[in-house]
């Protein structure tokens, strides 16, 4: 079975300063892979980043980086120069390439204060 | 990119009745959507598996007769929350899986669907 832990309910960050949230995962699978989403107040789920499990660098998109640490199933998501506006709840989440399906952590929310 | 639509975006109901919520894959054709409920600051819990012409596969838990699936074409999910009761009020969220996806691993996300039963 697959599992993913997030340790942080909440997080404060100031405005312009990085953030790193924690997710750490658990799975017998070989290939896998593994997600951050964004969920604003409005519900909607935006997605951030992807890492596959056999990819030799860390995922970047733009402000988000995610720090696969393998050995340690660690998959933390690195904010850089925080926004007020990516103040919202964060979820990762795996996923088996045999079933497909996604699994999510409890979530962290962040709040940027200015 | 890929867009998921999701209706109604919000639907009061009373008790005992039925609520049809559809979820439809804009630009994409998608073999598999997925359906996902979520309590107020909790995370997202998969309900059920739906392919194209074929049974959903539901989660452990989850009352199959109770949470009606159908997924009659390669653009659209219907979940049929049926018999309503307030305890079956949450928030429900589809995601599509697109037919190119060769390991399946991506999936993109409707608005959510925010049911309350009366």
């Known amino acids: 079975a697959q599992k993913i832990t997030q340790t942080q309910p909440g997080m404060f960050v100031q405005e312009k300063e990085a953030v790193t949230l924690d997710c750490t995962y658990d799975?017998?699978?070989?290939?896998?892979?593994l997600f951050w989403y964004k969920q604003p107040s409005s519900g909607e789920m935006i997605f951030l980043i992807y890492?596959?499990?056999?990819?030799?660098q860390n995922a970047t998109e733009g402000r988000y980086s995610l720090n696969f640490q393998k050995a340690r199933k660690s998959a933390n998501l690195v904010i850089s120069a925080s926004q007020l506006g990516d103040s919202a709840m964060y979820f990762c989440?795996?996923?088996?390439?045999?079933?497909?399906?996604?699994?999510f952590g409890a979530g962290t929310i962040l709040r940027v204060k200015s | 990119g890929a867009v998921v639509s999701q209706h109604p975006s919000r639907v009061i109901c009373k008790s005992g009745t039925s609520v049809k919520i559809e979820c439809r894959s804009l630009?994409?054709?998608?073999?598999?959507m997925f359906w996902y409920r979520q309590f107020p600051k909790k995370s997202l819990m998969l309900m059920a598996t739906?392919?194209?012409?074929?049974?959903?596969?539901?989660e452990q838990g989850v009352e199959k007769d109770k949470f009606l699936i159908n997924h009659a074409s390669l653009t659209l999910s219907t979940l049929t929350v049926t018999s309503a009761h307030p305890e079956d009020s949450s928030f429900y969220i589809c995601?599509?899986?697109?037919?190119?996806?060769?390991?399946?691993?991506?999936?993109?996300f409707g608005p959510g669907t925010r049911l309350t039963v009366t």
């Open positions: 799975t017998s699978d070989p290939s896998y892979g």
């Open positions: 739906s392919n194209e012409g074929s049974k959903a596969t539901y």
């Open positions: 989440a795996m996923s088996s390439l045999q079933n497909h399906k996604l699994v």
């Open positions: 995601s599509a899986s697109p037919l190119t996806s060769g390991g399946a691993d991506e999936q993109y």
């Open positions: 630009d994409f054709q998608a073999t598999t």
């Open positions: 890492q596959g499990s056999y990819d030799q």
